[in-house]
Nanobody, 122 residues
């Protein structure tokens, strides 16, 4: 059974940084893309960042986070990361990691974590 467990969320002031981690188990981690999505209160879940399978050579981002967030993966540790810098109050949301064939749409991922809360204070 595939499991994804996010960690690293918390409360941070605007302009600060956080690094989210997503530990995966249950299938060959390197064979699938990884993605991060987020959902703010009262809003739909939205794509944040994605990274291709194996080498992770291809990364892609939502315009709202481009230049501030960096997605990466460590296949030896079966873990994906989301480094978030220059955080803004509008980044406040529950952040989810996902794994699957990959892309920028939620239907392109077949397994999801439970989410980790990120709160950015102004």
């Amino acid at each position: 059974q595939v499991q994804l467990v996010e960690s690293g969320g918390g409360l941070v002031q605007a302009g600060g940084s956080l690094r989210l981690s997503c530990a995966a188990s249950g299938r060959t981690f390197s064979s699938y893309a990884m993605g991060w999505f987020r959902q703010a209160p009262g809003k739909e879940r939205e794509f944040v960042a994605g990274i291709s399978w194996w080498s992770g050579r291809s990364t892609y981002y939502a315009d709202s986070v481009k230049g501030r967030f960096t997605i990466s993966r460590d296949n030896a540790k079966n873990t994906a990361y989301l480094q978030m810098n220059s955080l803004k109050p509008e980044d406040t949301a529950v952040y989810y990691c996902a794994t699957g064939p990959g892309g920028s749409y939620s239907w392109e991922y077949d397994y999801w974590g439970q989410g980790t809360q990120v709160t950015v204070s102004s």
